[in-house]
C-alpha cells in the first residue's frame, strides 16, 4: 500500500460524457502527478500540481483538465469522452527530500476508465 | 533526460538472481538512474536509484558501470511476486515543486519468473 488513494477504481461510461477521477495523495505530500497509460502509448505524463498549483503539463488534451485543492487532494477532469481515453490513469505523490529517498513517486492503484 | 533501451522481456528462475540490463550512453554527468516496476496492472513501485556508487536496497541492488553508460538491477532471489515490468529510467534529481519531476516511462523489460 503506497498510501495514495484513487477512486473510483473503475470508470464505465459512454463516449462525450464527462468522468472525474480523484486522488488523495499521502500523508503530508504536497505534490500529485497524473499520468495515463493505454496500450498503445504506454505510461504517459499527464500533469502536475505543487500545493494547489500546476507545475508542468505534459500530453495532457485540452479536453483534459485537473485541480489540486486546499486539503491537497486532486481531481482529473475528463470530458467529451473518446473510445481512445479508455485507459488507466494514475496518481502519484511525491515528498520533499528526506533521506535520499527524494523524488521518489509514490503510485496509487489506478482508476481503469472504459468509454464505450 | 537520457534515452534507456531495455531487452523487451526475460525469464528468470525462481531462486536465482535477476540481473535486468539497460544501456543509457547518453547519461549525463549529472543524472540518476531510477528503476520502477509495475505488478500486473498496479501503480508503478520505486525499486531503487543511483548515481555513480552501487547501490543496495531490501528489494534490489543497482550496479552501474564506471562510465555509467549502463547498469544492472539485480533481484538477488527473485520470487514469482517479482513478475512485473520493469523500467529503468535517467534524469537528473530534482526538487519537489519545480515542474520538472515528471518521469519518462519507456517500454519496459517483463521479467516472469519461472516456478
Known amino acids: 500500500d503506497s498510501g495514495v488513494t484513487q477512486t473510483p477504481k473503475h470508470l464505465i461510461t459512454a463516449t462525450g460524457q464527462r468522468v472525474t477521477l480523484r486522488c488523495s495523495p499521502r500523508s503530508g505530500d504536497l505534490s500529485v502527478y497524473w499520468y495515463q497509460q493505454s496500450l498503445d502509448q504506454g505510461l504517459q505524463f499527464l500533469i502536475q500540481y505543487y500545493n494547489g498549483e500546476e507545475r508542468a503539463k505534459g500530453n495532457i488534451l485540452e479536453r483534459f483538465s485537473a485541480q489540486q485543492f486546499p486539503d491537497l487532494h486532486s481531481e482529473l477532469n475528463l470530458s467529451s469522452l473518446e473510445l481512445g481515453d479508455s485507459a488507466l490513469y494514475f496518481c502519484a505523490s511525491s515528498a520533499e527530500f528526506t533521506s535520499g529517498r527524494y523524488n521518489e513517486q509514490f503510485f496509487g492503484p489506478g482508476t481503469r476508465l472504459t468509454v464505450l | 533526460d537520457a534515452k534507456t533501451t531495455q531487452p523487451p522481456s526475460m525469464d528468470c528462475a525462481e531462486g536465482r538472481a535477476a540481473n535486468l540490463p539497460c544501456n543509457h550512453s547518453t547519461i549525463s554527468g549529472n543524472e540518476y538512474v531510477y528503476w520502477y516496476r509495475q505488478i500486473h496492472s498496479q501503480g508503478p513501485q520505486y525499486i531503487i536509484h543511483?548515481?555513480?556508487n552501487n547501490e543496495t536496497n531490501e528489494m534490489a541492488s543497482l550496479i552501474i558501470t564506471e562510465d555509467r553508460k549502463s547498469s544492472t538491477l539485480i533481484l538477488p532471489h527473485a520470487t514469482l511476486r517479482d513478475t512485473a515490468v520493469y523500467y529503468c529510467i535517467v534524469r537528473l534529481s530534482r526538487a519537489v515543486g519545480f515542474g520538472n519531476e515528471k518521469l519518462t516511462f519507456g517500454t519496459g523489460t517483463r521479467l516472469t519468473i519461472i516456478p
Open positions: 543511483g548515481l555513480k
